[in-house]
């Protein structure tokens, strides 16, 4: 009986595990199949054409990095004070675990939600009409709780000896976040942001009404007024109406620079993950 | 003449108060309704190095945390009592603890080393106490590194990652970090623990050249250890739960005649290497 589920239960694991690298290899491997053809130096360099089915997506492309370069710059001074708050200044448990369930209360918004934010708060409100600059603020906003407890787990692995020794030689507190907490958990503000973008930056709704256009935009030129052309959103209208085979092949190139441009973040992120775990060893 | 003289905790406490480097009196630590330390009298008298030994799980790190009360650090740690740092109380509101702990340097079991280069772990402290021009961090920096006797060794490759450094050197580097800001007394708690006899020897030479300006205290559990350097010595035992200073002597006088049971016990239960 016992030698029975010995086997079972390992093998019964095996097979998930299998089916979900299975259902990931075959995913990938429809993308890439219908969109590798559509790729080309020109399919980078060149701008969108004729509604979709003809030219590149370079305003796509650099629109999106506009924005994924936005969320970086906006969110990481956010989840640094969140992540300082949480793991150095509060003293009080009952705060500390306040604090989280904000986090992961944040995480669990749905992105549509973000947008209608979005919408609602800057381009009507504030009257800044689709920006750049909205979309970035959304996907920050919608990365912070990956950011922040990422950067907290990097701060509550730090041993203590390092907090230790630096208040023994006399340093201030603020001293010590500068010189020793910030500069050996910093790792963890990139792997979050890499992590938190490679799902966020793949999303349409919480751009689609604030931050990003169809047709018709280059390079921001300032805020109110100012959208951007973007991946998701490009895939999404193509998606609408790809009756065209022209537009069915750079629907499919689109989906497939956007699924590389997201592994390239997991990618990235990964060498810091492994920093962790290298100076827990030292 | 002085080391042959044996006194009891009381009466070494009343000569020696009045210029001490540290006085406590009355010291009490809790945490978590657990009584650490009770009743803790001790006078730590200037430029002399001042042992504690006693039984493991006594008090000993806890009471030089006390001192310059790194206890902050450890929120359900409550301290009571009355300790003062060259006459003036640790404690009282208008100290600055982090202004009291630059002047106190503090050697850790295990050398504390910072992922940097050499010559950054040296002025990790003193580059943010005070404004110093490079020049002068430089100059620093060296006499740092000769006090510690590391300066030699380490000369050709200040720029390299202190982590390269063996483990007694790394436990140098810390003294000369401690040094760099030239603190007025020294806390180290067993700092040749983690050492092999070479880099022990070199440790104990230069707690008997720093006594010379620093007040060094020094817990440790090797007898040897407090029989070659220290000049007086402190005996924490456990006694009713917790920790006290059973007796304070000098140096030998401890060692040799010891008045209180506990410590005879705990120097002849042989837990003590020589
Ligand atoms: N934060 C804390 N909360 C509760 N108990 C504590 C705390 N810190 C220390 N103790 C207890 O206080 C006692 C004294 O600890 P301390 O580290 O001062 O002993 P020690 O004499 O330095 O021992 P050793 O020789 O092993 O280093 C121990 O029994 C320890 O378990
Ligand atoms: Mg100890």
């Known amino acids: ?282 | 003449m002085m080391k042959l003289m044996h006194k009891e905790a009381e009466s070494h406490d009343t000569t020696a108060s009045a210029d001490a480097t540290f006085r406590v009196r009355n010291l009490n630590v809790t945490a978590r309704g657990k009584t650490l330390l009770r009743d803790v009298n001790v006078s730590i008298a200037p430029r002399q190095v001042f042992g504690i030994i006693g039984p493991s799980g006594a008090g000993k790190s806890t009471f030089l945390r006390c001192l310059n009360r790194l206890t902050d650090l450890t929120p359900e740690i409550r301290v009571s009592g009355d300790v003062r740092f060259e006459g003036t109380s640790v404690r009282d509101p208008s100290v600055d603890p982090d202004a009291l702990r630059a002047r106190i340097g503090f050697l850790f079991q295990q050398p504390v080393v910072f992922p940097k280069s050499i010559i950054e772990n040296v002025l990790f402290g003193v580059r943010r106490l005070r404004r110093l021009s490079r020049g002068v961090l430089a100059e620093v920096a060296e006499r740092a590194l000769r006090e510690a006797a590391l300066w030699n060794e380490v000369r050709d490759r200040l720029n390299d990652s202190a982590l390269a450094l063996s483990v007694g050197q790394q436990q140098r580097l810390c003294l000369a970090r401690a040094l760099a800001s030239e603190p007025e007394a020294i806390l180290m708690d067993e700092p040749t623990s983690a050492l092999d006899p070479k880099s022990t020897q070199a440790i104990e030479e230069l707690i008997l050249k720093l006594k010379e300006r620093h007040t060094i205290v020094l817990v440790t559990h090797n007898i040897g250890q407090a029989r070659r350097v220290t000049d007086w010595l402190a005996c924490i035992c456990v006694r009713n739960g917790a920790g006290t200073v059973a007796e304070t002597a000098c140096c030998d006088a401890l060692l040799e005649n010891p008045q209180c049971q506990e410590v005879v016990e705990y120097l002849g239960s042989g837990s003590s290497l020589p």
């Open chain 1, 1 to 282: 009986m016992r030698r029975a589920s010995n086997v079972i239960f390992p093998a019964l694991c095996g097979v998930c595990a299998l089916l979900a690298c299975a259902l990931l290899v075959g995913l990938v491997f429809v993308i890439a199949q219908r969109g590798v053809p559509a790729l080309s130096w020109t399919f980078f360099t060149d701008q969108m054409r004729q509604v979709g089915s003809a030219g590149g997506i370079f305003y796509n492309l650099l629109g999106t990095l506009i924005l994924i370069a936005a969320a970086l710059v906006i969110s990481a001074p956010i989840a640094t004070g969140l992540a300082l708050t949480q793991a150095v200044y509060l003293r009080s448990a009952s705060a500390r675990s306040r604090l989280g369930l904000f986090l992961y209360t944040l995480n669990g918004i749905p992105s549509i939600v973000f947008g209608i934010f979005g919408f609602i708060v800057f381009v009507k409100f504030f009257g800044w009409g689709k920006s750049w600059l909205i979309g970035g603020i959304l996907l920050a906003l919608m990365i912070l709780p990956t950011v922040t407890v990422s950067l907290i787990e990097r701060i509550r692995a730090l041993p203590r000896k390092y907090i230790e020794a630096a208040t023994g030689l006399g340093l201030r507190q603020s001293q010590i976040i500068w010189s020793v907490i910030l500069p050996q958990s910093w790792s963890g503000l990139i792997t979050g942001s890499l992590l938190g973008l490679a799902r966020a930056a793949g999303e349409t709704a919480p751009i689609m009404f604030t931050a990003t256009i169809f047709a018709g935009a280059s390079l921001p030129h300032g805020i109110r007024e100012s959208p951007v052309l973007s991946l998701p959103y490009h895939i999404f209208i193509l998606a609408q109406d790809s009756f065209d085979p022209g537009v069915g092949a750079k629907l499919w190139g689109s989906a497939l620079v956007l699924l590389m441009l997201v592994f390239a973040l997991s990618m990235i992120a990964l060498p810091f993950r492994l920093r962790l775990h290298d100076e827990a060893h030292a």
